[in-house]
Nanobody
Framework: QVQLVESGGGLVEAGGSLRLSCTAS????????MGWYRQVPGKLRELVAA????????TYAAAVKGRCTISRDTSRNTVHLQLDKLKPEYTARFYC???????WGRGPQVPVPS
């Protein structure tokens, strides 16, 4: 089992920046991938960004390229996300993700009021 503890989230003003962190603990695999997904009610979770601990080239959703940075501290099994220039339509719950095994964090809500 892997446990994910998220920090950050909460209200972000339109045009502002979101900063999230997630730390994994438990049965950490030698090769793993961590990232962030977002979900709005009635829709599937969609990738925001992800990064591995061996293959460290980040993956970004097309919608956030150029305004999103994901990084990780491998020694602490922690991943950090910064997403800039948020728009109201980006209001969602953001979930930390870990694989192998497909573990999820609790998903802090990030409202972006108009």
């Amino acid at each position: 089992q892997v446990q994910l503890v998220e920090s950050g989230g909460g209200l972000v003003e339109a045009g502002g920046s979101l900063r999230l962190s997630c730390t994994a603990s438990g049965s950490i695999s030698t090769v793993n991938n961590m990232g962030w997904y977002r979900q709005v009610p009635g829709k599937l979770r969609e990738l925001v960004a992800a990064i591995g601990n061996v293959s460290t080239t980040p993956t970004y959703a097309a919608a956030v390229k150029g305004r999103c940075t994901i990084s990780r501290d491998t020694s602490r099994n922690t991943v950090h996300l910064q997403l800039d220039k948020l728009k109201p339509e980006y209001t969602a719950r953001f979930y930390c993700h870990y694989c192998p095994g497909y573990f999820w964090g609790r998903g802090p809500q990030v409202p972006v009021p108009s």
